[in-house]
């Protein structure tokens, strides 16, 4: 008797649980699904001043854009220079500026951030000012500048 009465409700409650299920998994995504996307936020830590480690962490800032937007999702990346890494971001010393300009260019959610305190403490060891390329924006810390990113949500990665 107890097996009956719980096929009788579990029967009389398919038609329900089925069309909640088929409802859901239509073929065309709604407007409302597409509205709701994940933003994917990716925060690419630099730290080094050698070009192939530099090349290969702007690769696969590429490599992210071009699989997201495979995707049709969005994609944010903040490459955070500071310490060697800045280098990368300094107009009399980086081996990629052209890149960079172009990445700019192309990849509208890349930006890029300078670390005021590395570029304080290069400008003292060479008593000269340090120019930053205009492509980046100079903040206060690169590693408060990380932290605050996670903190929000964004994923992190060492290049």
Known sequence: ??????????????????????????????????????VHRVAMHVTTNDPALISQALNNAQNLFQYYSEKAEQLDVRLVAHGPGLHMLRQDTSTVLERLSGMKRDLPNLSLAACANTKRNMEKAEGKEIPITSLAEIVPSGVVELVSLQERGWSYLRA
């Open 1 to 38: 008797m107890l097996i009956s009465r719980r096929l009788a409700a579990a029967v009389a409650l398919a038609p329900i649980a089925f069309a909640s299920f088929s409802s859901r998994s239509s073929a065309a995504p709604t407007k409302q699904a597409a509205a709701t996307k994940k």
